[in-house]
């Protein structure tokens, strides 16, 4: 049982997750576009050659996915959180001394197995683990690390980029993730309360009452055979589309209509720190009103940010946008993590959430295929905006199928997650 007195551990479960999006997720989800010209330019590729790393990076992650879900059971979480860091911090070290564009494309796969093997899987199996109540808002404060780490690391990467380059750029980024990561995953995560001897949170009942909750839910070979599921992930997929397409051309979308590249990466840092309310606003809202009113919630912030970014270039728009993108953009990051539980509930959560980001990394992988084929139409932005709108009202329409034919087991989803899951 819990212990009475003190900090329940699983808030410095929180923190760590809060960390490790910061510093890991962050840079490799959120930071591409302020390398995009100078490494271009010095180098001399294409802009859209330059960023189908970006689209190798998430076709790994989407491979490592549903594997790392797995390999969490087998080996110890040190271990194996470790292991997968790692693997991220020598992917930015390496992309420090790239000279060639495959040196990029190559060091892009160890960059997509820790995204997947590191970050977002890890995490939001840990807070699924430790909270049974406030789980909604423990996952956006845990996952809102993605929006502080992007608010912190982009004045400092652009001034590190103007001042001394985009290699020594990309190399603070490596040994940054180096020396926070590791010490916090060896000396702080635990798998499970069961670890500590403790029970998760909002669970004070015997432990043979935990045992019976945990195993509420359909196993992943279940869950495959439902409609649900499989739309679930093609609307995560959709959504994809729709948050990474702009993620990566929103600094030269913004350049190329009249703005500044410092203004641009300060939008991008504003629109990283409403990302930190966002999560956190997001994952309430699920704890309290709901899937479906939040679903709404989040799909229409997509589309009203794109009418906003069409006038980017202004003040007032310009911020406008990065508010309504950030809410937008919990559609790939709160949204998988909490539907998986609330749709098919805690049964061999691991598994089935790591079958889930596959297709959140389908969704960032092709990406920048999509929004460069749109693009390449008439060379412009604006075309891309508009569809990006029409795609967001795909992605509703898709997460609202799958929460009305979910699996019987689930209770109505309109009803607070304390009480639905």
Same mark, same amino acid.
């Given at each position: 049982?819990?212990?009475?007195?003190?900090?329940?551990?699983?808030?410095?479960?929180?923190?760590?997750?809060?960390?490790?999006?910061?510093?890991?997720?962050?840079?490799?989800?959120?930071?591409?576009?302020?390398?995009?010209?100078?490494?271009?330019?010095?180098?001399?590729?294409?802009?859209?050659?330059?960023?189908?790393?970006?689209?190798?990076?998430?076709?790994?992650?989407?491979?490592?996915?549903?594997?790392?879900?797995?390999?969490?059971?087998?080996?110890?979480?040190?271990?194996?959180?470790?292991?997968?860091?790692?693997?991220?911090?020598?992917?930015?070290?390496?992309?420090?001394?790239?000279?060639? *564009? &495959?040196? #990029?494309?190559?060091?892009?796969? +160890?960059?997509?197995?820790? $995204?997947?093997?590191? =970050?977002?899987?890890?995490? /939001?199996?840990?807070?699924?683990?430790?909270?049974?109540?406030?789980?909604?808002?423990?996952?956006?404060?845990?996952?809102?690390?993605?929006?502080?780490?992007?608010?912190?690391?982009?004045?400092?990467?652009?001034?590190?980029?103007?001042?001394?380059?985009?290699?020594?750029?990309?190399?603070?980024?490596?040994?940054?993730?180096?020396?926070?990561?590791?010490? *916090? &995953?060896? #000396?702080?995560?635990?798998?499970? +309360?069961?670890?500590?001897? $403790?029970?998760?949170? =909002?669970?004070?009942?015997? /432990?043979?009452?935990?045992?019976?909750?945990?195993?509420?839910?359909?196993?992943?070979?279940?869950?495959?055979?439902?409609?649900?599921?499989?739309?679930?992930?093609?609307?995560?997929?959709?959504?994809?589309?729709?948050?990474?397409?702009?993620?990566?051309?929103?600094?030269?979308?913004?350049?190329?209509?009249?703005?500044?590249?410092?203004?641009?990466?300060? *939008?991008?840092?504003?629109?990283?720190?409403?990302?930190?309310?966002?999560?956190? $606003?997001?994952?309430?809202?699920?704890?309290?009103?709901?899937?479906?009113?939040?679903?709404?919630?989040?799909?229409?912030?997509?589309?009203?940010?794109?009418?906003?970014?069409?006038?980017?270039?202004?003040?007032?728009?310009?911020?406008?946008?990065?508010?309504?993108?950030?809410?937008?953009?919990?559609?790939?990051?709160?949204?998988?993590?909490?539907?998986?539980?609330?749709?098919?509930?805690?049964?061999?959560?691991?598994?089935?959430?790591?079958?889930?980001?596959?297709?959140?990394?389908?969704?960032?992988?092709?990406?920048?295929?999509?929004?460069?084929?749109?693009?390449?139409?008439?060379?412009?932005?604006?075309?891309?905006?508009?569809?990006?709108?029409?795609?967001?009202?795909?992605?509703?329409?898709?997460?609202?199928?799958?929460?009305?034919?979910?699996?019987?087991?689930?209770?109505?989803?309109?009803?607070?997650?304390?009480?639905?899951?």
């Amino acid at each position: 049982m819990n212990k009475k007195g003190g900090i329940f551990y699983g808030w410095w479960i929180l923190a760590a997750g809060f960390v490790i999006m910061t510093f890991l997720y962050a840079p490799i989800a959120n930071l591409v576009s302020l390398f995009t010209k100078p490494v271009t330019e010095e180098l001399g590729f294409g802009r859209a050659e330059f960023t189908m790393y970006y689209t190798i990076m998430a076709t790994t992650a989407m491979i490592t996915a549903p594997i790392a879900g797995r390999l969490m059971k087998k080996l110890d979480i040190r271990v194996y959180m470790t292991l997968f860091t790692i693997l991220g911090a020598g992917a930015y070290i390496g992309f420090s001394f790239a000279t060639e *564009l &495959i040196h #990029f494309q190559l060091f892009a796969v +160890p960059m997509g197995m820790a $995204l997947a093997g590191a =970050g977002m899987i890890p995490v /939001s199996v840990l807070i699924t683990n430790w909270f049974h109540t406030k789980r909604g808002l423990s996952l956006g404060i845990a996952l809102s690390g993605t929006g502080f780490g992007s608010m912190i690391l982009s004045p400092l990467v652009t001034w590190i980029i103007t001042d001394y380059g985009w290699r020594t750029a990309y190399l603070t980024i490596g040994i940054l993730i180096l020396v926070v990561l590791i010490p *916090l &995953i060896v #000396f702080v995560i635990k798998l499970s +309360p069961a670890d500590k001897g $403790l029970l998760p949170l =909002g669970e004070e009942k015997a /432990s043979n009452m935990m045992a019976k909750k945990e195993s509420v839910g359909v196993t992943q070979k279940e869950a495959f055979k439902t409609v649900s599921f499989w739309v679930l992930c093609l609307g995560i997929v959709v959504g994809g589309v729709v948050v990474n397409s702009m993620i990566i051309n929103l600094v030269p979308y913004l350049t190329d209509i009249g703005t500044t590249a410092q203004h641009a990466a300060l *939008l991008l840092s504003v629109a990283s720190a409403m990302v930190i309310v966002a999560k956190l $606003l997001v994952g309430r809202l699920y704890d309290k009103i709901g899937l479906i009113k939040t679903l709404v919630f989040i799909v229409a912030s997509d589309i009203i940010c794109f009418l906003f970014l069409m006038k980017g270039n202004l003040l007032i728009p310009g911020i406008l946008y990065t508010v309504f993108s950030a809410l937008g953009s919990t559609a790939v990051t709160v949204t998988p993590a909490y539907l998986t539980a609330a749709l098919f509930g805690e049964k061999e959560y691991s598994a089935k959430y790591g079958a889930v980001s596959l297709f959140t990394s389908l969704g960032a992988a092709i990406a920048p295929i999509v929004s460069g084929l749109i693009y390449n139409i008439n060379h412009s932005y604006g075309l891309l905006i508009k569809m990006l709108i029409v795609f967001a009202v795909v992605e509703f329409v898709l997460f609202f199928v799958a929460v009305k034919t979910k699996p019987k087991f689930a209770l109505n989803s309109d009803i607070p997650q304390k009480e639905a899951v």
